[in-house]
């Protein structure tokens, strides 16, 4: 499929609609979010700024990772510039190098298969991964 096709937009950590913090993307009228699993993909904890204090915690997905799930939303865009939009600050948002976009196909609850981008980390750090693959569930005092 060709990226100008893909309308969707899959988030799992911080950016998520469902997350607390100032990162999280705001659905507005153009937009809008689903619960959805993106199926053979691992979530991991990372430190974006190094260890202590100063540490941001962040997640990051590994794709190609057999018998794991991560749970996030596919946010969908009504037409292009939304979805440009949606993109800029996922893009934005990505305090690090090593993330890569590309498209994947995510479950929605509801059963639905659909294209989406993902941002994604080739080189993860996995030495803390997120049982259960949910962010929102991953306690953030390790």
Not at 17 to 32: E, H, I, M, N, V
Not at 84 to 100: I, K, N, P, V
Request: with cysteine; proline share 5%; charged share 25%.
């Amino acid at each position: 499929m060709a990226d100008e096709e893909v309308q969707h937009v899959f988030v799992y950590g911080n950016l998520r609609p469902d997350a607390g913090g100032p990162q999280r993307l705001r659905l507005g009228s153009s937009s809008r979010g689903e619960a959805a699993w993106l199926l053979g993909g691992r979530l991991f904890c990372v430190n974006s700024r190094g260890r202590g204090a100063s540490s941001i915690r962040q997640a990051a997905v590994s794709l190609d990772e057999p018998g794991n799930a991560v749970k996030g939303y596919v946010v969908s865009a009504s037409d292009p510039s939304d979805l440009s939009s949606l993109l800029h600050h996922c893009d934005s948002s990505e305090e690090h190098q090593g993330f890569d976009r590309d498209v994947v196909e995510v479950v929605t609850e509801a059963g639905k298969r659909v294209a989406a981008f993902v941002y994604h980390c080739p080189q993860v750090d996995r030495s803390m991964p997120v049982h259960g693959g949910d962010w929102m569930s991953h306690p953030r005092n390790l």
